[in-house]
């Protein structure tokens, strides 16, 4: 974006200036929605009403959660995650589904991608997968004339849970999801999911953002309310660092609905960190989880004597303090939903090199009470 407001379709694209288009990372004009508005899908109608039943009877939920999973050039990050995830399943208090923050596939959401960067590493994940798109599924290759989110649309917002050709010998179906942008309603829980689309610092356009909205204002208010986005209001990074478009939309649509998310989980950054946002008499976790499986980590800025960061750190020009983070590391977050609180898990996976027999490790851990919205110490 060369100013701060261009046009495209009927809505206002909102960007800043210092958040400028890389190479072919520019705005994308969305894909037509495959459902229905205000885009809900219920979890009831994917899992089995014995599954759901169980869910309700433990008063409680988990799922997965993990972005910028696709394992181009080096896939063995994304196979030791996808392995410790998969080992969950098997477990007591397992998650029931994954929820994916994107960046499936590198480096230009193709097609041909899916299948060695998806249907491939979670062939035997045998739960479901949801997923907003990232920037990377989102942008197409310079001369190619596929729309953008053409694959995405194919295998995560299909009209019918069918199994699509770019799953190729892998029989799991293409998730109906009814837009790139969607709600999910699960026991719990609501998951309010956005598309930041594909350039630097994301950009969201006025139907979106007014969705958005109205999604927070008629949010039921007995339920845990996460909000998801692939690029991340704070982070504190040496490659991407945060957005001031996430976090200026983010406050303005939580203070004009009047509705606070109760967590932000976040990728496109490739490490974890975890960040406590004061709004009011809140407190507000917003998360990184971008260490997925995508082959390259991030590393964390340095304090001006080149030490590294310690935590807690207070971010600039903002209530947001950094609590903890992992830049050495891939790993996946365990997110955990009652009636009364949330909580989260991260653990992170043994590098390649080290021994097949090591496992995954707690790294970090929070829990929110939902009726105070403070973090329990």
Not at 80 to 90: F, G, K, P, R, T
Not at 211 to 216: G, T, Y
Request: glycine content about 8%; proline content about 7%.
């Amino acid at each position: 974006m060369d100013s701060q407001q261009s046009k495209q379709g009927s809505g206002t694209i909102q960007s800043i200036t210092k958040h400028k288009a890389l190479g072919n990372q520019k705005f994308k004009p969305l894909p037509k929605p495959t459902g229905l508005p205000p885009y809900h899908i219920k979890l009831e109608d994917i899992l089995s009403s014995d599954d759901i039943n169980k869910i309700k009877d433990a008063n409680k939920i988990l799922f997965h959660v993990a972005g910028d999973t696709g394992g181009v050039k080096y896939p063995i990050p994304q196979q030791i995650v996808e392995m410790a995830m998969e080992s969950d399943l098997a477990g007591q208090d397992k998650p029931v589904f994954f929820y994916h923050l994107g960046d499936v596939v590198y480096y230009f959401g193709q097609a041909s991608e899916y299948y060695p960067q998806f249907y491939e590493p979670y062939a035997k994940y045998q739960a479901p997968i949801f997923a907003i798109p990232g920037n990377h599924d989102g942008d197409v290759s310079p001369g190619d004339t596929t729309p953008s989110l053409d694959a995405f649309v194919r295998n995560f917002c299909a009209k019918k849970s069918i199994i699509v050709p770019d799953s190729v010998e892998v029989d799991r179906p293409a998730m109906t999801q009814p837009n790139v942008y969607f709600t999910l309603e699960v026991p719990f829980a609501t998951i309010i999911g956005l598309y930041s689309n594909v350039p630097e610092g994301g950009v969201f356009d006025d139907t979106q953002i007014k969705w958005f909205k109205d999604e927070l204002s008629n949010a039921p208010k007995d339920k845990a309310l996460i909000v998801t986005v692939h690029h991340p209001a704070y982070s504190a990074d040496m490659y991407h660092s945060g957005s001031k478009v996430i976090e200026e939309t983010f406050d303005n649509a939580f203070s004009e609905s009047g509705r606070f998310a109760d967590v932000v989980l976040t990728g496109h950054v490739h490490n974890y960190q975890r960040f406590t946002r004061t709004i009011g008499n809140r407190d507000v976790p917003y998360l990184v989880v971008g260490a997925g499986g995508y082959w390259h980590l991030h590393y964390m800025q340095k304090q001006p004597n080149g030490e590294p960061l310690q935590v807690p750190y207070a971010m600039p020009d903002s209530n947001t303090i950094l609590e903890n983070y992992c830049e050495n590391k891939h790993g996946y977050l365990i997110m955990q939903v009652t009636q009364d609180s949330l909580s989260g898990t991260y653990y992170t996976v043994p590098r390649p090199h080290e021994s097949w027999r090591a496992k995954s490790e707690v790294f970090d851990s929070f829990t929110l009470d939902l009726g105070t919205h403070r973090l329990r110490k």
